[in-house]
């Protein structure tokens, strides 16, 4: 009764896949209309055991496997509902340190989808949105203990995009997360 879980971007495994099914990649008389992301979420999707054991995994491991699924890169709007939707969400994990500190923030929509786009520039998917948004929100974290009790505290896309602070504001902001 052992689970054997294998996770990773195996790059290179979506090569394999298309020099089985006899896609070629390069070359004068290429059809290459998708890109490269669309191409690898595609062949990927085609995997098989012997691909796998193509790509360097023995067969005693690959044979363990009795189930592979592939999985797709999050798009924007997946990114925005990891940040604000789950309990344990980056979104509700601010407020709570706010909370500690009697204040309260609050992300706007387009602050919450610069963060997303953020992290699709840097192709770091869910992982990166935690470091971006600590950066984000260090100065304001660093200098909170000492700020008046009561205020909230709005990050928009201008604190996202480096162009403002994080400033108390008195009157509230449409669509906020």
């Known amino acids: 009764n052992i689970l054997f879980i294998c996770g990773g971007t195996f790059v290179g495994l979506e090569d394999i896949i298309g020099r089985r099914l006899g896609k070629k990649s390069i070359g004068f008389n290429q059809t290459a209309t998708l890109n490269r992301e669309e191409r690898c979420s595609s062949y990927l999707s085609k995997v098989t055991s012997e691909d796998i054991n193509h790509f360097g995994l023995i067969p005693e491991l690959v044979g363990r ?102 400033l108390p504001m008195k009157e509230p902001l449409t669509k906020i997360a």
């Open 65 to 166: 496997l009795p189930v592979i699924s592939t999985l797709a890169p999050l798009d924007e709007a997946a990114l925005i509902r990891v940040m604000s939707e789950p309990k344990n969400a980056l979104v509700k994990q601010y407020k709570r340190l706010f909370q500690m500190e009697d204040a309260d923030v609050e992300f706007t929509e387009s602050a919450l989808v610069a963060i997303a786009r953020k992290a699709l520039e840097k192709k770091t998917g869910a992982r990166g949105l935690r470091s971006i948004v600590e950066n984000v929100m260090l100065d304001i974290m660093y200098e909170l203990p000492d700020l008046p009790a009561g205020e909230v505290y709005h990050v928009t896309e201008d604190v996202v995009e480096g162009r403002t602070t994080v």
